[in-house]
């Protein structure tokens, strides 16, 4: 059973930081691709963050402010994010797309979601 805990959030003001991870556990043959997502109330949920075979890829909204990293060998993912704004408010999900043991298939995975919010 694979499973993607996501921590780090909380309540912060406007210009703030907060750091979050995201940890894969379970019987994991490979993974692929991790990344953010976020889903403000009333919205879908859009792409904060990517990063596949080392390389990362930004929301624009995001760029220059948030820092994705992972720590391949504790299959950990970081989400690095300064000079918060209110718009950053939101419900933050891990992604992976990995490959579990047995399987022949990489599938999509995501974690329960961890709040952030930052104040005005």
């Known amino acids: 059973q694979v499973q993607l805990v996501e921590s780090g959030g909380g309540l912060v003001q406007t210009g703030g930081s907060l750091r979050l991870s995201c940890a894969a556990s379970g019987s994991i043959f490979d993974i692929s691709t991790m990344g953010w997502y976020r889903q403000a109330p009333g919205n879908g949920r859009d792409l904060v963050a990517i990063?596949?075979?080392?390389?990362?890829t930004y929301a624009n909204s995001v760029k220059g402010r948030f820092t994705i990293s992972t720590d391949n060998a504790k299959n950990t993912m970081y989400l690095e994010m300064n000079s918060l704004k209110p718009e950053d408010t939101g419900l933050y999900y891990c992604?992976?797309?990995?490959?579990?043991?047995?399987?022949?298939?990489?599938?999509?995975?995501w974690g329960q979601g961890t709040q952030v919010t930052v104040s005005s």
């Open positions: 992604y992976a797309v990995l490959r579990a043991l047995g399987s022949s298939e990489y599938g999509i995975y």
């Open positions: 990063t596949r075979s080392g390389t990362p």
